[in-house]
Nanobody, 122 residues
Framework: EVQLVESGGGLVQAGGSLRLSCAASGFSFDDYAICWFRQAPGKEREGVSCISGSGGPTYYADSVQGRFTISSDIAKNTVYLQMNSLKPEDTAVYYC???????????????WGQGTQVTVSS
């Protein structure tokens, strides 16, 4: 059974940092791309950052470039999203998803985690 489990969300002040984790199981990790998406109330789901499961090509949305860093630990089947200099507009539910290509488009992804809330206070 394919599972993606996110953790690491929480409440942080603007300018602070959080590290999200996405633990994957049930599939060959290095054959897939993992992407972090986020969805704020009333907004569409947005691709934030993606990485090839083997640690290759990456993607960052313009809104997080230079502040967020995605990385993968193949031995642990885990992808991390280090989020620094957080802003109130980063507040959203963050999801990780697995698919066959590195892409910020939600429809490209077959498997999804349950999401973790990130709230940034001003």
């Amino acid at each position: 059974e394919v599972q993606l489990v996110e953790s690491g969300g929480g409440l942080v002040q603007a300018g602070g940092s959080l590290r999200l984790s996405c633990a994957a199981s049930g599939f060959s990790f290095d054959d897939y791309a993992i992407c972090w998406f986020r969805q704020a109330p009333g907004k569409e789901r947005e691709g934030v950052s993606c990485i090839s499961g083997s640690g290759g090509p990456t993607y960052y949305a313009d809104s997080v470039q230079g502040r967020f860093t995605i990385s993968s630990d193949i031995a642990k089947n885990t992808v991390y999203l280090q989020m620094n200099s957080l802003k109130p507009e980063d507040t959203a539910v963050y999801y990780c998803a697995a698919g066959l290509v590195v892409s910020p488009i939600p429809n490209e992804y077959d498997y999804w985690g349950q999401g973790t809330q990130v709230t940034v206070s001003s």
